[in-house]
C-alpha cells in the first residue's frame, strides 16, 4: 500500500488562534525578526514561542515543525512588497524583477539560501513567479527559454547580493568597517604593489574607482540583459 502524501502547510487548514494566544502570522513575524537580526540557525521553534510569551505546545499547534515555519517564512518575506508594475517591454521587466528580489534579498540576509533550493510554493512566491515569468515571456514566447533567461537574471542577482552580504559578515566577523580594514591592510598591499609583479592590480588599486554596491548591480544586471538580447537576436 502507497503511503499517503505528507500534508502542506499550503493546503492544510489554519485553526483559528485561541483568545488572546498569537495566530500564524504572529509567529511568522517573530520567526522574521530572529532570523533577520541573528541568522537563520537562531530560528527553533522554543525561540519563536517563547518571544511571544506562547508555549512551544501551542505553537505546534499551528504549525507542524520547524521546515514549515521556515516556508511560511520565505512566502511572508515575499509578499512584503508589491509586485512590480508590468513592463512596456522584456528588458524593463526583466529589470524590474532583478531589482525588487535584490530588495528583498538585502533586507533578509538568510533568504538568498532558501531561493537558491526547493522552490518556495506559498501564494505570495507563486505571485511573484507568475509576474517574474510574465516579465521573460515578453523575450521569447518559448517558455523553456523564459525560464531559462529568468533564471539566469536570479542567478545574477543571488550571486551579487552574496558577495554585498560577505562584506557585511566580515564587518561582523572582525569589527572592522570596509574602511578600517583597507587601513589595516593598507602597508601589506603597498610593499606588494612596489614590488612591480602585479602591474594591473596596481592599475586597479591606484585608478579605478571605489565599487558602489548600486552602481555594480546595475551594470554586471545591464551585462545579463545585453546577454539576453543577443541570444534572442540569435
Known amino acids: 500500500m502507497t503511503d499517503p502524501a505528507p500534508s502542506s502547510v499550503w493546503t492544510r487548514p489554519r485553526p483559528e488562534p485561541r483568545r488572546r494566544a498569537p495566530g500564524v502570522d504572529q509567529y511568522v513575524a517573530a520567526a522574521l525578526a530572529v532570523a ?37 517564512m520565505v512566502d511572508a518575506a515575499q509578499g512584503e512588497d508589491a509586485l512590480p508594475e508590468p513592463a512596456l517591454d ?20 538568510w533568504l538568498a539560501g532558501e531561493l537558491a533550493g526547493r522552490p518556495s510554493l ?11 515569468l510574465r516579465a521573460a515571456v515578453a523575450l521569447t514566447p518559448d517558455i523553456t527559454l523564459a525560464s531559462r533567461a529568468l533564471g539566469a537574471v536570479h542567478a545574477y ?42 602591474p594591473m592590480l596596481a592599475r586597479r588599486v591606484n585608478e579605478a574607482e571605489e565599487p558602489d554596491p548600486d552602481v555594480e548591480f546595475a551594470f554586471g544586471l545591464e551585462c545579463v540583459l545585453d546577454g539576453l538580447a543577443a541570444r534572442s537576436d540569435r
Open 36 to 72: 533577520d537580526t541573528e541568522g537563520l540557525a537562531a530560528v527553533s521553534m522554543r525561540r519563536v514561542a517563547g518571544d511571544l510569551g506562547s508555549g512551544t505546545a501551542t505553537l505546534y499547534r499551528y504549525i507542524t515543525n520547524r521546515d514549515e515555519l521556515v516556508d511560511l
Open 90 to 109: 522584456w528588458r524593463a521587466g526583466l529589470a524590474a524583477v532583478a531589482h525588487a528580489l535584490r530588495a528583498t534579498l538585502l533586507r533578509h540576509p
Open 122 to 132: 506559498g501564494p505570495n512566491s507563486l505571485r511573484r513567479s507568475e509576474s517574474a
Open 157 to 198: 542577482v543571488l550571486g551579487s547580493v552574496a558577495t554585498q552580504q560577505a562584506v557585511r559578515q566580515a564587518e561582523q566577523r572582525t569589527g572592522l568597517t570596509e574602511e578600517q580594514w583597507q587601513r589595516s591592510v593598507g602597508p601589506y598591499i603597498t610593499e606588494v604593489l612596489a614590488a612591480g609583479e602585479h
